[in-house]
Structures are given as C-alpha cells and as structure tokens.
C-alpha cells in the first residue's frame, strides 16, 4: 500500500477522484431531475414511483457479479465501464417519459452506479492503509459532494431554458467522458494481495453484514421518500429542487474532508452512535413536520449523517483478509440491498395509506442499527487480521 508515499501522488488517488465525481455529477443530475420529470412528463403515481426505485436497487443486490466479472476483467477496466454505462442509463432517461422506460433506463444506470459502487470501496481499501482510508473516503466523498454541487448549479441555471431530455444528456455526458479517460490509464501497482475471484461469506464479518444491511434499508427511506415527501407534499419545483440540492452539496463538500479525519480521532463506534441517533429523531420530525423549509433542513442534516457510512467500511477494513477486500466489497453491495429492494416498494403502498409509515419504519431500521453499532469494538490497539 506503500504507506511511506503521500496517497495524493499515488495514481490510483487521482483515478478514483475523477470517477467519484464523474459517477456524482451524473446522479446528481438523474437524482435532481428524476422526481420532478416522473410526477410532471412520466405522471407516475406514488406506488410507480416505488416500483422504479426498487427495480434501481436490483444491480446492487446483484452487485455479487463483479467477482464473477474480475475472473475475466481487470479491476479498473470494470470500474471505467461502470462509470460509462451510469452515464448512458442518465443520458437516455429523459428520452422516455414513460413508467416502461423509466424502469429500463433506470436499471442501466443502476448496474453501472452500484458495480461502480463496489469497485470503488474495494481500491480505496486495498491500495491506502486503514490510518489512509479514512481521509482518502473523505475526500472521494468531498469529490462526491463538489461533482453533485457542480451539476446541480448547472441545471439551475439552465432548467428553465432547456427540455429535461437535454439536462438528462448533459448530466450522463460527464460520466461517459470521465468513463473513456479511464480505459486508457493504468494506476495500478504490482505488490498488493491477489483478490480472492470468488464468492467470500466468513462468520467473523456478521457485524459488518448486519450494519450493511440495516444502512441500506434506512437509506431508501431517505433517497427514495424524503425526496417524494418535498416534491409531492410541498409542491417543491424543479428550480426549488436544484436549489436545494447545490446548498446540500456545498455543505457537504466542506464537512466531508472533516467526517474522514473524525473517523480517525474518535472511532467508528462513537461516529455511528451519534449518527443513529440523530437518525432517529429527524425520521420521527418528518412524520411531524408541516413547514417546507424544515423539511428540507431535514433532508441536509440526512445527508451529512448518510456519510458517516464510511465509517462501516473503515470498520470493515481493520477485520478483513487483505485478500479478501474485493469480494467482500461486491458481497458488502449486495447485502446493502436486501432490504433496498423491497423498502421502496413497500414503502410506496405504504405511502398511499399514510405518507408518515415510511418513516416511521425509518426510526425502526436506525433504532436497530444503534443497537448493533454497540458491537463494534475500540481499535485503539487492534493489528490487522
């Protein structure tokens, strides 16, 4: 992991860089339109609009694939093709304002951003140290933040001046782009562990699953109904939207770098307690909520906590078989969307009762992961297994 270099110089460093916010810039630009072109071109209902954010989670809980695809590819050469196939899947989506369409768009994009996903987490902890991956996940994250504040200033800009379809194009652009750069780079070194190419399941990373899987229930409640809470409830327009989006990007991109370097100082476990907790009440405060603009103070405080997820992964890192990394990533992915695939649909039918249910299951999946985080340990002193 060459732990004397400065992991700035490092060219897997700038690789990821340019690919985290690549992939951001282009979600970015399918999160902030998507909702507002469903309800307004595609009128989807709120059950339809479940159905398309679970088919989204599908290619994550299939995202065990990638073992199988790292028999036949090189790591970066599957990552530069995630990062096109996310920026196609965004570029066509404003083509089809259809409930049909918008599944298959959605879903290609989906292989490419969760496939991404799991190559992305599996070089960062294979090529820094567990002291390094921290900061270098902060930073990715701060480049997350700035690709998301970017795109979304530009589709502020230009919202009102150009059809969705061409917002869509420009947004999944960037991606493809970034994607075709990276075919022809080469950040790897010769001296880390050879990856395991097949499917690793081992009893002493349970908590590392449980807490995965957990975070990703929890997560469908914020990317999939905070977002239909504001658009739908409070009327929020597509220039509302896009302008709270760039002021949550901008603060993220400042904490970010922060939230890294606190996961060193204080620990996972405290991190993630604190998060829980936090959860747990602003899930309770939307079920209360009557103001617009609390809501959307709700939806940044949500997001800043959503980063302290790193903290799961760098847990995860001072467990793991070096060996082991790129596997457990996929697997890591995969048990992420167990519950994301069916907590938007249910949640969707929910909905349609009462818009407060799927919050309050929120406060459910943060109550249980506040009680599993009590079984991480303090690393003050632990060795890499």
Known sequence: MQPHKNPVTRPMYLYLMVLTFAQAAAFQGWNALYTNFAVEMAHLTGEQNGIVHSVREVPGLLSVGVILLLCFMREVTLT????????????????FPTFEG????????????????????????????VIEAPVVMGRLR???????????GMILLLATLLEYRWLFGIAGSVAVAAGTWAF???????????????????????????????????RQIFTVFSIFLLVQRFQFSLVEMSMMFLFNNMVNWILN?????????????????VKYLLLIGICMAYTYCESPW?????????????????????FFQKIVDPADIAPSMAVGVTVNHIAAVVVPLVGGTLWMIDYRIPFWLGVGFAAASLIMVRFIPVFGNLQRK
């Not at 530069?80 to 196609?88: N, R």
């Not at 990856?195 to 929890?218: H, P």
């Open 102 to 129: 918008q599944i298959f768009w959605t879903l290609l994009l989906s292989f490419g951003f969760h496939y991404f996903e799991a190559t992305n987490q599996s070089l960062t902890l294979q090529y820094f140290s």
């Open 184 to 218: 022809f780079q080469r950040p790897e070194v010769a001296d880390l562990p050879k990856q395991q190419t097949r499917l690793v399941l081992r009893k002493r990373y349970w908590l590392f699953y449980v807490l995965t899987c957990l975070s990703g229930a929890r």
């Open 257 to 273: 770098p922060h939230i890294g370097k606190a996961i060193n100082r204080v620990g996972e476990r405290k991190l993630l307690t």
């Open 142 to 152: 701060a480049a997350t933040a700035a690709g998301s504040f970017l795109m979304g």
């Open 294 to 314: 609390i809501a959307a103070a709700l939806y940044i405080l949500d997001q800043v906590l959503f980063n302290f997820t790193m903290s799961i992964r760098t």
């Open 80 to 95: 530069s093709l995630t990062i096109v196939l996310c920026g196609v899947g965004v570029c066509c989506t404003g083509w």
